[in-house]
């Protein structure tokens, strides 16, 4: 069993069910060549994990598997922003703390609540990160 890609698929189709009108709202799904189209914002996620251990002496425990999923929300330059931290709080409601994401028995935990962080402005586009924590043992 792939932990990793269990974890990996199943943030990804979290996201992906996630309702975020009335705003259309693109994905540029990892390892895609995604083009932005003008005046709609995307999404850009990306699972970063950590290091897995195992906090038990057994070699036959299970591990610890730690990250994060982080979603880049990607608007239209000069938008103000009000749109894409809407955007945000979509994404930190569908992933708020205490959430559990399960996919072939394996359940993947957030432990703290998402963090949403500074506005970054791009020539082009205003960009707003949403930082979730995740955690599973497998």
Not at 14 to 38: M, N
Not at 55 to 73: K, T
Not at 88 to 104: E, K, L, N
Request: net charge neutral; proline share 8%; with cysteine.
């Amino acid at each position: 069993m792939n932990v990793d890609l269990i974890i990996y698929e199943a943030l990804l189709e979290q996201l992906k069910i996630v309702s975020f009108a009335p705003h259309k709202v693109d994905i540029a799904w990892p390892g895609t060549d995604y083009k932005p189209k003008a005046g709609v914002p995307y999404l850009r996620p990306s699972v970063l994990p950590n290091t897995t251990r195992s906090p038990f002496l057994s070699l036959e425990a299970e591990n610890h598997y730690l990250g994060l999923f982080q979603v880049l929300i990607c608007d239209v330059s000069g938008s103000g922003g009000i749109k894409a931290r809407e955007i945000a709080g979509r994404i930190t409601q569908a992933f708020a703390r205490g959430s559990v994401i399960t996919r072939d028995n394996v359940s993947i935990h957030v432990g703290a609540s998402p963090t949403v962080g500074n506005d970054m402005q791009e020539p082009d586009r205003l960009i707003v990160p949403v930082t979730i924590p995740y955690f599973s043992f497998a």
